[in-house]
């Protein structure tokens, strides 16, 4: 039996497709701009020459602009249409803190407990000694430290390799781009990693253990 459904269902694979189809109907119906450099992004033009932008992510928003006017009258148009709630002043994003420094007109971005969760799953502890360096020199990561054993291959199997570099790659991306080299050494043997390469990533995770 085949069920043709009228509107989405929480959790199919097509949901997510569909609520941003929806949204994107509704928010360009009021006269909004999508970006063309990133389709969750939205902005329009106030009367004064001034911008107001939503960025959105799944179902989280992000509204910013000068105009604290022009912020609760798109609030209030949400809210018309669909069920949110107002979180206030934005904290957190996408694992991201946000810091506010109003008397120097300075906002900043920090992943702070994102990277210290990252130490808790890879054991990087208190007693686990810090690094100064992000990748030290003496580590020369080639395709030949590849496992070439059954032992060497079972035992890399055990290790979280991807899911470490992958953690790493997103704290990159978002605040710390001081790791962008790091990484990209790291990165290049993903498919089939060896011990020299493990040793490289818990290197990286010491070095943000200390910063």
């Known amino acids: 039996m085949i069920c043709k459904l009228k509107k989405s269902l929480y959790k199919l694979i097509q949901s997510p497709r569909q609520w941003y189809k929806s949204f994107d109907s509704f928010i360009r119906g009021k006269r909004y701009t999508r970006s063309h450099y990133d389709p969750c992004v939205y902005y329009n033009k106030l009367p004064r020459g001034e911008y107001i932008y939503l960025l959105l992510y799944i179902d989280d928003m992000l509204i910013d602009s000068k105009r604290r006017s022009a912020i609760d009258k798109l609030k209030k148009n949400l809210s018309s249409e669909f069920e949110m709630k107002d979180l206030g002043e934005a904290k957190n994003v996408l694992g991201m803190e946000i810091e506010r420094d109003r008397r120097s007109g300075k906002v900043s971005l920090t992943q702070m407990g994102y990277l210290q969760k990252i130490l808790q799953r890879f054991n990087i502890d208190g007693d686990t000694k810090s690094v100064s360096t992000p990748l030290a020199p003496h580590f020369k990561l080639k395709a030949t430290m590849s496992p070439n054993t059954v032992k060497e291959r079972e035992c890399i199997t055990r290790v979280p390799y991807a ?10 991306v978002c605040t710390r781009p001081n790791l962008s080299q790091a990484i990209s050494m790291i990165n290049r043997y993903m498919h089939d990693p060896g011990k020299g390469y493990w040793e ?12």
């Open 163 to 172: 899911s470490a570099v992958g953690s790493l790659m997103y704290a990159m």
């Open 200 to 211: 490289a990533v818990k290197w990286v995770l010491r070095y943000i253990k200390g910063t």
